[in-house]
């Protein structure tokens, strides 16, 4: 059924830039709504940036806006999120998701990713 992979996580400092990359496989994605979610130690995991099957139109988090950037290339089954002007507060597990369903919510995601890690030290 498919299943998608995270990466580029790591150690950054504040102020400072990070781009996770979830590279999808066993099917295409390219007829799906994609999103990013988080999960900070003793949160609920949130909704973080999502995009529809074209690229066309992403919905952000008031938290990142302005910040962070969701895009994806159908045509290398990716999706990216570049992360700019990072804070501590970003510090969490990111997980790359898809669904046929819009908007992008947790309730309706297909398929999960398991998730990178990233921390901003302050």
């Known amino acids: 059924q498919g299943r998608l992979v995270e990466s580029g996580g790591g150690l950054v400092q504040a102020g400072g830039s990070l781009r996770l990359s979830c590279a999808a496989s066993g099917r295409t994605f390219s007829s799906y709504a994609m999103g990013w979610f988080r999960q900070a130690p003793g949160k609920e995991r949130e909704s973080v940036a999502t995009?529809?099957?074209?690229?066309?139109?992403?919905t952000y988090a008031d938290s990142v806006k302005g910040r962070f950037t969701i895009s994806r290339d159908n045509a290398k089954n990716t999706l990216y999120l570049q992360m700019n002007s990072l804070k501590p507060e970003d510090t969490a597990v990111y997980y790359c998701?898809?669904?046929?369903?819009?908007?992008?919510?947790?309730?309706?995601?297909?398929?999960w990713g398991q998730g990178t890690l990233v921390t901003v030290s302050s």
């Open positions: 995009v529809i099957w074209s690229g066309r139109s992403t």
């Open positions: 998701a898809a669904t046929r369903d819009w908007p992008v919510t947790a309730l309706v995601v297909e398929v």
